[in-house]
């Protein structure tokens, strides 16, 4: 009785400890599941309204266009008030970023120090709207977990260039979206703060609201997306800097 009283407790404790390691991911490992979830869509357009908030509680609401073609293409559109429609930031593969300025009447391809720069006065910058793949960028440092919640530390890979030294990431290990990120510039100061709030439609993930905080300007801009389409088949022909300057 002892004897089969001894291997239960060793059988128990050794399912224990395989669940433990089959739910032990590696900070690369999770990594490629952000993104497996992020870029699942082939291709995907929706409709943003930005609401931008000053240090003074001052308010003003844009509208935009984004489409995206996996993790590689993103093209930005500002479609109202009128004095905005037309602005546009296109990001490609390989680091090429281009804004458009109607008023300028062509665009500009936004060098890679100045990806820090806030994109048309949101508190997004250009490096927050590029298109990136975290496995592809970033190495990791799990700092803790927490049942479900993982808080996951990334640094840009050799070759990257970020005006992050690193980011804090708050993910869920349900479904492996993340929940808050917090930013540091390269003397350690947290310069942004975002929240995204994730929803479901069919089979795929998209952020409805996200919420980023500018902590040195003191302001806020809210990016919150409506008709939201998944696999339309968009053409590459979208993605290129003679579509972003044809407004």
């Known amino acids: 009785m002892k004897m089969r009283f001894v291997l239960f407790l060793y059988v128990l404790a050794s399912t224990i400890w395989s669940g433990d390691k089959a739910l032990a991911l590696t900070p690369e490992e999770i990594l490629r599941r952000m993104d497996e979830v992020m870029f699942q869509p082939g291709d995907q357009t929706s409709n943003a309204r930005m609401v931008m908030v000053d240090r003074n509680g001052n308010e003003r609401v844009r509208e935009a266009t984004i489409w995206q073609k996996g993790g590689e293409k993103r093209l930005f559109r500002f479609t109202s008030p009128a004095s905005e429609a037309g602005i546009a930031f296109l990001s490609l593969p390989n680091d090429l970023m281009y804004l458009y300025l109607p008023a ?11 990806k820090n720069q806030n994109f048309a006065g949101t508190d997004f ?3 927050d709207l590029e298109v990136r793949k975290y496995a592809e960028s970033f190495s990791g440092n799990i700092l803790r977990q927490d049942g479900n919640i993982i808080v996951l530390e990334i640094r840009p890979l050799p070759g990257i260039t970020s005006e992050y030294s690193r980011t804090v990431v708050t993910l869920n290990r349900t479904n492996f979206l993340p929940e808050k990120t917090e930013s540091y510039d390269r003397g350690g100061n947290l310069v942004k703060s975002a929240t995204h709030t994730w929803a479901r439609q069919g ?29 339309t088949n968009l053409s590459d022909q979208i993605f290129t800097v003679r579509n972003l300057t044809s407004f």
Not at 104 to 111: L, V
């Open 125 to 127: 910058t250009y490096e």
């Open 104 to 114: 300028f009447g062509r665009e500009r391809r936004i060098a890679a120090h100045l």
């Open 203 to 231: 089979a795929f993930w998209y952020p409805q609201e996200i919420h980023m905080r500018d902590v040195r300007r003191g302001s806020s801009t809210r990016m919150i997306m409506r008709n939201v389409r998944f696999n």
